[in-house]
Every structure is written in structure tokens, then in C-alpha cells.
T-cell receptor, first 111, second 115 residues
Framework: DQQVKQNSPSLSVQEGRISILNCDYT??????FLWYKKYPAEGPTFLIS?????DKNEDGRFTVFLNKSAKHLSLHIVPSQPGDSAVYFC??????????FGTGTRLKVLA | NAGVTQTPKFQVLKTGQSMTLQCAQD?????MYWYRQDPGMGLRLIYY???????DKGEVPNGYNVSRLNKREFSLRLESAAPSQTSVYFC??????????????FGPGTRLTVL
């Protein structure tokens, strides 16, 4: 049973436009959510996180939105740049040190 | 400051062989993790260690053992490798931030093929 789902395996966006990556979760005990970016042949790198006490967190071009009632979070990248082309993973935890990851969305930003 | 390092980067094993994947972090983090990444499956937690001297099973622990040798090092052992263990293995460590926030740092990965 996939507790964290990223239903879009891939996404293509024009440079300069907004990229929106989505993530759904089923476990209502999750209270902390993270987004990671992964380039080929490298380990994932942390992008941004959000606690369940907030519904939005911003860091530069990256904003994460959390809708607890819908059990849904999204990552917005504005403006999108070619260097943003990577696989993006969302992850969730429930007050422990264990993280459950989604299957990833491959973002391609077209120049 | 090397962050999280993993050795080896690549390995090919025959079914039934054993090996140990090494991981070390120089950030003085308490928690360390082993994940595997398979196509279409995302990252799945194999084992983790919340602190030196403790280890716990993750989602897919069968066929693996771990050792938290000290605060820096966390190794993953395959006692009898199987083709189903062909995967990319990532080690990570966790930094506690203010409040509820945490951040995981990942190593570059070990690509393992079991024939």
C-alpha cells in the first residue's frame, strides 16, 4: 500500500513558466513533509520542507503548499529553469525519524 | 567536509555472495539510514539508526543486516545476495533543525547488480 503517491511520472514545462509537482498521502498521522531533487547518478538533495502546522512554505523560487484536509501537497517552482530538470521526490514522516518516499516525478524544463 | 560518503560506487555480485556496503558521515548527525531505489518504486527504507547503538527495520529489511559501528559509520550487509537485491543503494544522515524540522543528506549511491 503506497502511503505517499506521486501520480505523475513525468512533467514538461517551458523555461520561465511555473512547474507544479503534486503529491498525495494516505496516512493522516504524517505531520512533516519534504521535497527532494535528484539528478542522474547522484543522491537526492533536500529542497524544502513543511510542517503540518503550516499550509505554505517558501524558499526562493520554491514554494510548498499543504492541504491537510485533502491530504495533498504540491511544489511550485517559479520561474522554471533548465537546471531544474531532475526527478523530484516527496517524502513524509509522522513524528519519527522514518521517512516514506513517493515514486518521483521527472521534470523536464524546455529551453 | 565530505558530507555522506559511500563505498563502493559500483559492485557486481553472483547470487549467494556476500558483501558489505560502507557509509560514513562527518556532520556529527545522530540518525543514519539505508534506502534502496528501484525503477517506479521511489526510495524505500531498509534500515535506520536513530542514534549510535540502535538500529531499526524499515519497509524492506529482509535479506539485509546493518551495523552502526560508531556515530560516523553505518554499514549494510548482504549475507547471501539475490537478483532481487539488484538496486541502487543510498545512505543518508539526518540533521535536526529548529522545531519539527529535519533535513536528510544523502550519499552518492552504490549501484549493485546481482547476477
Amino acid at each position: 500500500d503506497q502511503q505517499v503517491k506521486q501520480n505523475s511520472p513525468s512533467l514538461s514545462v517551458q523555461e520561465g513558466r511555473i512547474s507544479i509537482l503534486n503529491c498525495d498521502y494516505t496516512n493522516s498521522m504524517f505531520d512533516y513533509f519534504l521535497w527532494y531533487k535528484k539528478y542522474p547518478a547522484e543522491g537526492p538533495t533536500f529542497l524544502i520542507s513543511i510542517s503540518s502546522i503550516k499550509d505554505k512554505n517558501e524558499d526562493g523560487r520554491f514554494t510548498v503548499f499543504l492541504n491537510k484536509s485533502a491530504k495533498h501537497l504540491s511544489l511550485h517552482i517559479v520561474p522554471s529553469q533548465p537546471g531544474d530538470s531532475a526527478v523530484y521526490f516527496c517524502a513524509a514522516s509522522s513524528g519519527t525519524y522514518k521517512y516514506i518516499f513517493g515514486t518521483g516525478t521527472r521534470l523536464k524544463v524546455l529551453a | 567536509n565530505a558530507g555522506v560518503t559511500q563505498t563502493p560506487k559500483f559492485q557486481v555480485l553472483k547470487t549467494g555472495q556476500s558483501m558489505t556496503l560502507q557509509c560514513a558521515q562527518d556532520m556529527n548527525h545522530n540518525s543514519m539510514y539505508w534506502y534502496r531505489q528501484d525503477p517506479g518504486m521511489g526510495l524505500r527504507l531498509i534500515y535506520y539508526s536513530a542514534s549510535e547503538g540502535t538500529t531499526d527495520k524499515g519497509e524492506v529489511p529482509n535479506g539485509y543486516n546493518v551495523s552502526r559501528l560508531n556515530k560516523r559509520e553505518f554499514s549494510l550487509r548482504l549475507e547471501s545476495a539475490a537478483p532481487s537485491q539488484t538496486s541502487v543503494y543510498f545512505c543518508a544522515s539526518n540533521r535536526r533543525l529548529a522545531g519539527p524540522y529535519n533535513e536528510q543528506f544523502f550519499g552518492p549511491g552504490t549501484r549493485l547488480t546481482v547476477l
